[in-house]
Structures are given as C-alpha cells and as structure tokens.
C-alpha cells in the first residue's frame, strides 16, 4: 500500500462518516543530530517516525486523529476516528466554517539539496564538531559545544477536494557557542548564532559556516566579556546585528501578523495580537523603510516549501509595505473567518500534529545602508547582537531581549566591547523609530518555534539586516 | 509479559545477534493515547487524538554509543532500527564516559491509573469544555481539556526490565471580558476530578475583577503569588539549578548543603505522587528526591552519564536530550505551609476589596497580611537573562491588583519583571505559604508542578504594559 493510497483512504473514511471535508498527511521523517562538548562529542541521536495524520470537517466542527500505521485498516480507522471528534466538537459549537478555495493540485516539490547531509560519513560531522569544540577550550572558554541538526521529510497529502502531492524537504544547520564563568555570571559568545544557522539546503550549508575558523575568536570574545563593562542604562540609538533582528522580526512581527491569533484562536496559549483586521490596510506598524514579506519561496531558507499542509501553493506576499499592514499569516479556515480570499501558511510539525497558521519565511526586505554606514552615522548609541534572551507579552506588543554581545558606539566609531546589553520597548513604537536599514540581508533560520496545544516546533525563516532604532530604552537589569 | 515488553526484549535479542554479546543496549518501548480539545471563543475549535508508539534504543558497543529511535515496531521497522543505530555506532566518535547500563534493580509500582481517564472519549472531554464555557457566563472562553495515557517497558542487555503505565488529565482555561482575562488551571489523577464549571466559575470571577486596571509604576513590590505563577518560578528552577548537567558546569546557582532559600521553602521531586511512569529513559527507578529542605539545597538531578561524572549516581531522571539539555525534575512539590499564613484564614474574606479577585480562603490568608503589594495570577515567556543567579525576565498574566491594607483595591496592568528566582525566594524574603498545594499541569502530560499561593516580600518590576 503506498503512501497515496494510505492517505485515500484515510480520506475517504472520514467521508463516510459523515465529514464534508477531510485531508490527510503521511509522512516520514528522519531526523539527525549530534553535540559536542570540550572536545568530546556527547549525543548522536538519530530518529526515523513514519505515520498519517487525518483532518475532518463534520458540520461546523474539526477533528484530528493519528495514527503510527499506514495499513489499510488504519488509515481507514483513523479516518473514521477524525469523523467522530469532529462530531464530538459540536457539543460546543461555534460559527459555520467555510474554507477559502485552493485549487485542487496533483504535484510533486523537493528541495534544492547539493550534498545529502544524512550522506555525509558521521565521522566527519563528529570531527568537525570536536574540532571547533576543543579550539574553543583551547582558547578560554569553559564550556564549548557544538550542535548540528538534520531533518529528511517526505510527505504525501491527500484532499477530499483532489490534491495529491508530495514533497521532500531536506533541512539542516549547526553551530557553536563558548561559555566563559566567572564569579556569579556567565558570558557566552556564539556563531553563527546560538543554535546555529539552519535552512533548506544540504550540508553545503553547514560547509559554508566554516565554524572552526571562529571558534578561536568566539571563546576569547566570551572571556573578555567578564570583565567588560556593563551596558549603561537609558534611552539611546540602538543598533542590531541582522541574527538579532530576525528574532526582533519573528516575535514582533511574525507572530502578531498569524490569523489564528488576531481572530482569539490562541487566546489561552500563545495568546492574540495587537493588530485589529479592521486597520488591515491602513495600520502604520513602522517606518517607511519597513518593507516585510511573507515569502515561502526563497530558495534555501528555513519556512520554505512547495505547498503549505493544506495543500496550498507557495506565494510570496507582503505583510508590512512602506510601514503600513497590509497582510497576514493565514490558513484556509481563517481567511474565511476573517474575510480574506488566501490561505498558505498553514503547517503541521509531523504526521501526528494538526495542521494550524505558523509562519514560512517572514522577513525584511533590504534597506539602502551598510553596517558601517549606520555605525558612522551613530553619534552615541550601542550595537547589539546575538540573541541571548527573548521574552514577549501574550499581544506582541512588550518585548525585552538580551543579547550576547553590545559595543559602545560613540562619533561615528565602534568603541569597547559591554556586557549584558539588553532592551525593551513596544512593537509598534520600536519599528517606527527604525531609520536605518542595511541591504546586508541574510536569510536567518529559527528551527525551535513553540506553538500551538499540543506543542508544535516550527521551523521559519527570517531575511534580515542590521538597522538602527532611535530612542530605545537599553541595560535592564534585576 | 506486555505487548511493549515483547518489542523491547525483542530488540535487545536482536541487538545481541547482529552485534554480539559485548554490545550494551537499553531499549524503552512506550504506547500513547494523548487527546486534547481545545476551545477558544467558546467553541471547540481544535479536536485532536494520537495513538502513538516510540521505541527507543541506546547501544554502546566497541566504546562508541549512538541513540536511534523509531515509530514503526513490525519486524522489518525494528530490524531497521537496529542496523541503522549499528552502523551509526561504527563510524561516531569514541565516548569515554560511558556510564554502563542500569543493574537489574526493583522497580516500584507507580501512581495508579484510572482506566477511565485513560482512555477517555471525546465526548467526555468535550462535556468539560461545555460545562466550562457555561459558567463564565456570557465571558469568552478559551482553554483545553487534555487526558494522556502511557504504557512503558524497558529491558536492556543486563537483564533489568521494568513496565509501568501512567494516566492523567488537565484543564486550563481562561475567561476574558473585555480585555481582562482570568484563569483556572487544573491537572489531576482522574478526569473525573476535574470540574469545568468549578473551573470555568473561577476564571470567570477572575476576569471580572481584572477588569478596568490602572497602570502602576514599575519598581520593588511585595506580592502574593497564585499557583500558576509560583508553577513557573518551580519550573525555571528545575531547568536551570536542580539540573546536575548545568550544575557541573558551574552554571546553576545550586549549592547543595547551603541555605540558599528561606527557611519555610521545601521543594520535593515527587514523580511517584503522580502521572508518570515509575522509571525513566535508562530503567532507573523513580523516587522522591529532596531538592531544598527547610531553605537549603539538597540534591540536584542525574541520569547516569550526570551523575557518573558527578561521581552521584543516577537519580532516575534520564530523559530524551538529556545528555544534551541536561537532566531535569518535572514533578516538584512546594510543600505548603503548616501554620496559620495570616489572620483572615478563619474568616476567610475572599469577597473582601475587587469581587472576584481572590477566590479561596487560601490566598485570602496570604493577602490578609500584605499592607500594599501586588496579587499575581500568572507568569508568562519567561526567559533566562543569566542561568548562574538565575535572573528571569517576564511577563504578568491574567490578572493583577493592588493590595491595600490586606484587601485587593482595583485590578492593575500587566507588568514586565526581571527578578532573580532564588533571590526572590531567599532567607527572610518568603513571608508566607499557603496551605493548599494545587498541582498545575506542564506543557507536556507527566510533567507538573504542585504548589500553594505564595506571598514574597519583593519582586522587581522593571516596566509597565506600555513601555
């Protein structure tokens, strides 16, 4: 029995129990990855999950069963079983549920992969981490690790409505942190950024870091980090690295911008959004070098893919224009919720999770400047990057990060090196304030976004570049 | 023997066959039925189920040691899983600090296990949600209702086997009126014990009393912290002190023997008491394990690579990722206070001040007693700015008020705070305990934390909702 036919009849099952629409997702994932520690490594785990996942629309009601079994009888059972909690649902019934339409697609979709990163010999994956690990020890750091991650899924979807498609995404990434412990703190430094750089790519990706050669200099970083001054405490011109503001993107912009929560679907959990669809159009979100997109097509960034796990395809859209909202993250039973006529960022973290709004790639277009355009421009402020910390209100509205890493910026000229840089501010008034963008954009992968009851880990992506906000509040402490 | 026992001896045979007698594996089948509807808006928008099955195998052989793991359990699945995770131990790197297998040890019996709850219909839940979204009245509601089921085995290669079977069940709702939100949140043995209109009730008066809140300046409050608030100050401390991996590496502020906390705090990994399986990923027996008593730090947490290093032993909290993230209690107790917290226990004026805003006798007490200070429903994203003093910063939820003379005034804006935890729960700083323990369920079934209301003589709130 094939995957296709697994999913049929899953499919079909549903239908003749009384659902008025069904889909259904098998997929099979392996899944890879090792840490190193000191020089040692310290984990290699590897993981293959094969199953199906079947969604069913009884009434105005949605059920999800799934199962770890592609037998005919399961399939059909776990169809069957979607139809009845989907029946159970009515009990407590909500607002018809209409689903906006996607043409029905017969297709296949794979990701560009150049070297099969479950190709490469482990050997030289471990080797690569035990060096970077032990030269980070060797130049300071307490505690060095490293960290890669592999991801192989295929998966097949199946509508009631006549989609039939399947998609291989290979995924993968790594990176390397120095820790350095004194007396009651610790410092830490990180390449490329704390978990790493990831994307949909092969091992080429992992090549290209070249984390050894930065190893040396991130374990001296994280020792002279001890004994670097605090970062003061105030309002001042703040610029961000690119790592830092691709998170700044993701929890600020990306969140508040997905359906789900603007329309109170997450209202208990991750909570709603600031943003009210009644100013989609007219919301001034920041200043008019903010230009965001939502672009699940980029080649080899993290939330690509062919087709959402609904079976719609890739669009790029625009979420912010010229400062100004003007779109959202959305799934096909929240756009017609919400009025809207599109769908295609809906997305199910393995055959055993329902497919729900997650953000793909959501980034910011280039600006006009350089890094050190902006630094030069800086008369007083501090520059910030590698995140460290991130914590967010359940509006995406207050937000605090932390950063690895700040350095003094005074008359145009990059000064010494502070400790504990951290700042806070409100989404709306933070991005209006931003007047420099750098056109230095890197396609920053997030593989670790929490979502959804029970929990789901997202993988997205984030184009950014540094840029400078003015009038930001820096050096919150205990 | 059990149908997961069959697969996990099954493997260890197969491992023994194909790599020998010398190969050391550890293999731990687990079966799962988790369900979870979900509300929001006062309809069920989210209705799920999963039947699961995970085996897990660990194999050390030739010095080199590889985790592999798979969902399918025919023959030609586990025979697949076995070669794979061979064939990765011959090319990973050497690992000279294996930690060797469990020795055949008894194994206790566990929580007992409601079968009811355990395998639930949808219905069941679904008339939870029901009676939930009734009682807030008119409120909107939004929450879940979640049972899990889990059936485990574990055999390795030195002849220990263990079996157990783990059951729970969960609420967690929010009611909101207009723009204020209350909260209810419940994990227990039995579905049955879990009351959605009890619950949804309380959310209810909850959301009410937060209505209409002024802001308030940031700076140092006294604070009476609800369950669902103290919850997360139990689970930072777990992840980031009472972990014997952060511990090695001198980034836990734990230092066991010393009296780091106050002396009213005792904090007990208790996974016997409830919802989880009686050993853990290695076939280490569960206990209790004392991690602060009477304000001084005990114990921290070990699987056996932890605590071989740590020349401790394992204390059977080996978990998925644990060599990585480190080993970490998710059953804690705070236990709760013997005597009297304040003088309002007996009349117990929960209606005292804003209607609603306390809703037991409890916290009433702990209020009582407070001249001006902060009531604290629940924390939300809290992060970690430093793991060695454990500083947090956060976020407010679901409701605050100021505290005037013992009595809860007007409903106050959310607030951002960043605090050091074990600073906060210091000698001298905690002024009182509830007497009632409420267990709060974790993210993930089997994971919770039971605790009282507690009342601390400062918390640092470093900003308001508006900046």
Same mark, same amino acid.
């Given at each position: 029995?094939?995957?296709?036919?697994?999913?049929?009849?899953?499919?079909?099952?549903?239908?003749?129990?009384?659902?008025?629409?069904?889909?259904?997702?098998?997929?099979?994932?392996?899944?890879?990855?090792?840490?190193?520690?000191?020089?040692?490594?310290?984990?290699?785990?590897?993981?293959?999950?094969?199953?199906?996942?079947?969604?069913?629309?009884?009434?105005?009601?949605?059920?999800?069963?799934?199962?770890?079994?592609?037998?005919?009888?399961?399939?059909?059972?776990?169809?069957?079983?979607?139809?009845?909690?989907?029946?159970?649902?009515?009990?407590?019934?909500?607002?018809?549920?209409?689903?906006?339409?996607?043409?029905?697609?017969?297709?296949?979709?794979?990701?560009?992969?150049?070297?099969?990163?479950?190709?490469?010999?482990?050997?030289?994956?471990?080797?690569?981490?035990?060096?970077?690990?032990?030269?980070?020890?060797?130049?300071?750091?307490?505690?060095?690790?490293?960290?890669?991650?592999?991801?192989?899924?295929?998966?097949?979807?199946?509508?009631?409505?006549?989609?039939?498609?399947?998609?291989?995404?290979?995924?993968?990434?790594?990176?390397?942190?120095?820790?350095?412990?004194?007396?009651?703190?610790?410092?830490?430094?990180?390449?490329?950024?704390?978990?790493?750089?990831?994307?949909?790519?092969?091992?080429?990706?992992?090549?290209?870091?070249?984390?050894?050669?930065?190893?040396?200099?991130?374990?001296?970083?994280?020792?002279?980090?001890?004994?670097?001054?605090?970062?003061?405490?105030?309002?001042?011109?703040?610029?961000?690295?690119?790592?830092?503001?691709?998170?700044?993107?993701?929890?600020?912009?990306?969140?508040?911008?997905?359906?789900?929560?603007?329309?109170?679907?997450?209202?208990?959990?991750?909570?709603?959004?600031?943003?009210?669809?009644?100013?989609?159009?007219?919301?001034?979100?920041?200043?008019?070098?903010?230009?965001?997109?939502?672009?699940?097509?980029?080649?080899?960034?993290?939330?690509?893919?062919?087709?959402?796990?609904?079976?719609?395809?890739?669009?790029?859209?625009?979420?912010?224009?010229?400062?100004?909202?003007?779109?959202?993250?959305?799934?096909?039973?929240?756009?017609?919720?919400?009025?809207?006529?599109?769908?295609?960022?809906?997305?199910?973290?393995?055959?055993?999770?329902?497919?729900?709004?997650?953000?793909?790639?959501?980034?910011?277009?280039?600006?006009?400047?350089?890094?050190?355009?902006?630094?030069?421009?800086?008369?007083?402020?501090?520059?910030?990057?590698?995140?460290?910390?991130?914590?967010?209100?359940?509006?995406?509205?207050?937000?605090?990060?932390?950063?690895?890493?700040?350095?003094?910026?005074?008359?145009?000229?990059?000064?010494?090196?502070?400790?504990?840089?951290?700042?806070?501010?409100?989404?709306?008034?933070?991005?209006?304030?931003?007047?420099?963008?750098?056109?230095?954009?890197?396609?920053?992968?997030?593989?670790?976004?929490?979502?959804?009851?029970?929990?789901?880990?997202?993988?997205?992506?984030?184009?950014?570049?540094?840029?400078?906000?003015?009038?930001?509040?820096?050096?919150?402490?205990? | 023997?059990?149908?997961?026992?069959?697969?996990?001896?099954?493997?260890?045979?197969?491992?023994?066959?194909?790599?020998?007698?010398?190969?050391?594996?550890?293999?731990?089948?687990?079966?799962?039925?988790?369900?979870?509807?979900?509300?929001?808006?006062?309809?069920?928008?989210?209705?799920?189920?999963?039947?699961?099955?995970?085996?897990?195998?660990?194999?050390?052989?030739?010095?080199?040691?590889?985790?592999?793991?798979?969902? @399918?359990?025919?023959?030609?699945?586990? /025979? !697949? &899983?076995?070669? +794979?995770?061979? $064939?990765? *131990? %011959?090319? #990973?790197?050497?690992?000279?600090?294996?930690?060797?297998?469990?020795?055949?040890?008894?194994?206790?019996?566990?929580?007992?296990?409601?079968?009811?709850?355990?395998?639930?219909?949808?219905?069941?839940?679904?008339?939870?949600?029901?009676?939930?979204?009734?009682?807030?009245?008119?409120?909107?509601?939004?929450?879940?209702?979640?049972?899990?089921?889990?059936?485990?085995?574990?055999?390795?290669?030195?002849?220990?086997?263990?079996?157990?079977?783990?059951?729970?069940?969960?609420?967690?709702?929010?009611?909101?009126?207009?723009?204020?939100?209350?909260?209810?949140?419940?994990?227990?043995? @039995?579905?049955?014990?879990?009351?959605? /209109? !009890? &619950?949804?009730? +309380?959310?209810? $008066?909850? *959301? %009410?009393? #937060?209505?209409?809140?002024?802001?308030?300046?940031?700076?140092?409050?006294?604070?009476?912290?609800?369950?669902?608030?103290?919850?997360?100050?139990?689970?930072?401390?777990?992840?980031?002190?009472?972990?014997?991996?952060?511990?090695?590496?001198?980034?836990?502020?734990?230092?066991?023997?010393?009296?780091?906390?106050?002396?009213?705090?005792?904090?007990?990994?208790?996974?016997?008491?409830?919802?989880?399986?009686?050993?853990?990923?290695?076939?280490?027996?569960?206990?209790?394990?004392?991690?602060?008593?009477?304000?001084?730090?005990?114990?921290?947490?070990?699987?056996?690579?932890?605590?071989?290093?740590?020349?401790?032993?394992?204390?059977?909290?080996?978990?998925?990722?644990? $060599?990585?993230?480190?080993?970490?209690?998710?059953?804690?107790?705070?236990?709760?206070?013997?005597?009297?917290?304040?003088?309002?226990?007996?009349?117990?004026?929960?209606?005292?001040?804003?209607?609603?805003?306390?809703?037991?006798?409890?916290?009433?007490?702990?209020?009582?007693?407070?001249?001006?200070?902060?009531?604290?429903?629940?924390?939300?994203?809290?992060?970690?700015?430093?793991?060695?003093?454990?500083?947090?910063?956060?976020?407010?939820?679901?409701?605050?008020?100021?505290?005037?003379?013992?009595?809860?005034?007007?409903?106050?804006?959310?607030?951002?705070?960043?605090?050091?935890?074990?600073?906060?729960?210091?000698?001298?700083?905690?002024?009182?305990?509830?007497?009632?323990?409420?267990?709060?369920?974790?993210?993930?079934?089997?994971?919770?934390?039971?605790?009282?209301?507690?009342?601390?003589?400062?918390?640092?709130?470093?900003?308001?909702?508006?900046?």
């Amino acid at each position: 029995m094939s995957e296709f036919d697994a999913a049929t009849a899953a499919v079909q099952a549903a239908l003749d129990a009384g659902a008025r629409y069904a889909d259904a997702r098998v997929m099979h994932r392996r899944y890879e990855s090792m840490s190193a520690r000191n020089g040692d490594i310290e984990e290699l785990s590897q993981d293959e999950s094969v199953g199906l996942g079947v969604r069913a629309l009884v009434g105005s009601g949605w059920g999800f069963h799934a199962v770890p079994d592609l037998s005919d009888a399961a399939a059909r059972d776990a169809g069957r079983r979607a139809a009845a909690i989907a029946a159970a649902s009515a009990r407590v019934p909500g607002p018809p549920i209409d689903l906006v339409p996607v043409e029905a697609t017969v297709a296949s979709w794979a990701s560009d992969c150049v070297v099969d990163p479950l190709g490469v010999p482990l050997s030289d994956k471990g080797d690569l981490l035990v060096r970077a690990t032990a030269t980070m020890r060797e130049h300071g750091a307490d505690l060095a690790e490293g960290l890669y991650q592999i991801w192989d899924t295929s998966k097949w979807f199946v509508s009631s409505e006549g989609h039939r498609i399947d998609q291989r995404i290979r995924e993968c990434g790594g990176g390397i942190s120095a820790t350095s412990i004194g007396d009651g703190e610790t410092q830490r430094r990180s390449y490329p950024s704390y978990r790493g750089q990831y994307g949909t790519t092969g091992w080429e990706l992992v090549t290209s870091l070249d984390l050894a050669a930065h190893a040396a200099r991130i374990a001296e970083e994280s020792r002279e980090l001890l004994t670097a001054p605090l970062c003061p405490a105030g309002e001042t011109d703040l610029i961000l690295g690119g790592e830092q503001l691709a998170l700044q993107i993701h929890e600020s912009v990306g969140h508040a911008i997905e359906l789900d929560r603007i329309l109170g679907w997450e209202a208990a959990f991750a909570g709603t959004s600031w943003l009210d669809l009644a100013r989609l159009g007219s919301l001034r979100y920041g200043s008019e070098l903010m230009n965001v997109t939502i672009d699940p097509t980029i080649p080899g960034a993290l939330g690509s893919f062919g087709f959402d796990d609904e079976g719609s395809p890739a669009v790029a859209r625009d979420a912010v224009r010229e400062g100004r909202w003007v779109g959202v993250l959305a799934g096909r039973d929240s756009a017609a919720a919400a009025g809207l006529d599109y769908g295609g960022s809906v997305r199910a973290d393995g055959w055993a999770r329902l497919p729900m709004v997650r953000m793909t790639n959501v980034g910011l277009e280039p600006g006009p400047h350089t890094l050190d355009e902006i630094i030069a421009a800086t008369d007083d402020g501090v520059l910030m990057d590698i995140n460290r910390s991130w914590s967010i209100d359940d509006k995406r509205l207050n937000f605090q990060f932390g950063c690895e890493v700040g350095w003094e910026v005074k008359k145009g000229r990059r000064g010494r090196m502070l400790r504990n840089p951290t700042y806070t501010g409100i989404g709306p008034v933070f991005w209006r304030s931003m007047d420099m963008l750098s056109s230095e954009t890197v396609a920053w992968g997030t593989p670790n976004c929490g979502k959804g009851q029970p929990g789901q880990v997202g993988h997205t992506g984030h184009p950014a570049a540094p840029a400078r906000f003015r009038g930001v509040r820096v050096g919150v402490r205990a | 023997m059990n149908a997961e026992m069959e697969i996990a001896a099954g493997v260890v045979d197969l491992v023994r066959h194909t790599a020998g007698p010398a190969a050391e594996a550890e293999v731990l089948v687990t079966r799962s039925d988790l369900a979870l509807t979900r509300f929001a808006n006062s309809f069920v928008h989210q209705n799920v189920s999963e039947t699961g099955v995970a085996v897990h195998l660990r194999l050390h052989v030739d010095g080199r040691t590889v985790t592999g793991s798979g969902s @399918r359990i025919d023959a030609d699945g586990l /025979a !697949a &899983l076995v070669e +794979r995770t061979r $064939a990765a *131990a %011959r090319l #990973a790197p050497p690992d000279p600090a294996w930690p060797g297998l469990t020795a055949p040890t008894p194994v206790p019996a566990g929580p007992a296990v409601d079968e009811a709850t355990a395998f639930a219909s949808p219905d069941e839940r679904a008339e939870r949600v029901r009676a939930f979204v009734a009682a807030v009245e008119g409120l909107e509601a939004a929450g879940y209702c979640r049972t899990a089921y889990r059936s485990g085995a574990f055999a390795n290669s030195a002849g220990h086997t263990a079996v157990g079977r783990a059951a729970e069940a969960a609420m967690d709702g929010i009611a909101r009126a207009g723009g204020a939100d209350g909260v209810a949140r419940l994990c227990a043995d @039995r579905l049955a014990d879990l009351d959605g /209109a !009890a &619950l949804g009730a +309380r959310a209810a $008066a909850k *959301a %009410r009393a #937060a209505a209409d809140p002024v802001e308030l300046p940031p700076g140092h409050y006294e604070v009476v912290l609800e369950p669902a608030a103290v919850a997360d100050l139990l689970q930072n401390l777990a992840w980031h002190g009472f972990n014997g991996k952060r511990y090695a590496e001198r980034q836990s502020f734990a230092e066991p023997g010393t009296a780091q906390f106050d002396p009213s705090v005792t904090l007990v990994d208790d996974p016997l008491h409830a919802g989880t399986l009686p050993f853990d990923l290695e076939g280490t027996p569960r206990r209790a394990l004392p991690l602060v008593e009477g304000g001084t730090t005990g114990a921290v947490a070990y699987d056996r690579r932890a605590g071989a290093e740590a020349g401790a032993g394992s204390t059977g909290h080996g978990m998925p990722g644990s $060599a990585t993230f480190g080993p970490i209690p998710h059953n804690i107790r705070l236990l709760a206070g013997t005597t009297d917290a304040g003088a309002a226990v007996a009349a117990g004026p929960v209606s005292a001040g804003v209607t609603g805003a306390v809703g037991d006798p409890d916290t009433a007490a702990l209020v009582a007693g407070m001249r001006r200070g902060l009531l604290v429903s629940d924390f939300w994203y809290t992060r970690v700015l430093d793991p060695k003093q454990l500083v947090i910063t956060g976020l407010t939820r679901n409701g605050v008020w100021l505290v005037e003379d013992g009595v809860p005034t007007r409903a106050v804006r959310d607030f951002r705070f960043t605090e050091s935890y074990p600073r906060a729960l210091g000698p001298g700083r905690v002024l009182g305990l509830g007497r009632t323990a409420v267990r709060q369920p974790g993210r993930v079934d089997g994971s919770w934390y039971e605790t009282p209301a507690l009342r601390l003589s400062s918390w640092h709130f470093t900003g308001g909702a508006s900046g």
